[in-house]
């Protein structure tokens, strides 16, 4: 989870989608976030990442996210950052805190 410029209202969550996955989700899509601490509120898809750092090809990796993948020695479907726009209502009466781990499923498609 995190915060953007300094309201404590204006969190946001960002996930890490496999690029397999990212043809079943769109801008605008329901989200269902469940924090590690049990809280389960909703959200929407507010923006996919165009790009990722290639971490084979270090000097074009500038301004880009660079997303570590599990194990070096397979191939494995990179991640590109998702973020997601928490539902109004929840996010303006609960403490969030930044930094803090949540699951994120999609339960809409766009489609």
């Known amino acids: 989870m995190r915060q953007s410029e300094r309201s404590t209202k204006s969190f946001y969550v960002s ?3 496999e ?7 769109g801008e605008g899509d329901r989200v269902k976030i469940e ?3 049990g809280e389960t509120f909703g959200g929407k898809v507010q ?3 165009f790009a990722i750092a290639d971490r ?3 000097p074009g990796g500038r301004l880009l ?3 570590n993948p599990s194990y070096t020695w397979i191939k494995l479907a990179q991640r590109v950052p998702v973020r997601i ?3 109004a209502d929840y996010a303006g009466k609960h ?9 994120v499923t999609v339960q809409e498609n766009h489609k």
């Open 65 to 67: 996210a660079n997303i």
């Open 19 to 25: 690029e397999t996955k990212l043809p079943r989700i």
């Open 56 to 58: 084979e090809n270090l």
């Open 15 to 17: 996930g890490y989608f």
């Open 95 to 103: 403490n969030l805190r930044a930094g803090t781990t949540a699951t």
């Open 35 to 37: 924090l590690m601490s």
């Open 47 to 49: 923006s996919i990442a």
């Open 85 to 87: 726009e928490i539902d």
